[in-house]
């Protein structure tokens, strides 16, 4: 993808954008903190970014607390 859909975009590591990088996951690593998992299909990279947990809703939250990662759906 040459560039982002809409302006909020931000490019993955690679430069490139969505549809291109997926979401993968989320997940809670050992250490306690949030980290979510894209990959993208032109550079078969995969990269984790870190969650800040404050900007998501609690119930959100909780799931992955309880349930350690939360795989995305498929499109």
Known sequence: ???PY???????ECGCY???????M???KSDG?????????LCRKSYE???DANKFPRDFIKKLDKEGKIMARIE
């Open 1 to 3: 993808m040459p560039g």
């Open 6 to 12: 809409a302006k909020f975009q931000i490019p993955a």
């Open 18 to 24: 969505y549809p291109d990088v997926k979401r993968i």
């Open 26 to 28: 989320d997940l809670k």
């Open 33 to 41: 903190s949030y980290v979510r998992i894209l990959s993208c299909e």
């Open 49 to 51: 970014i870190p969650l």
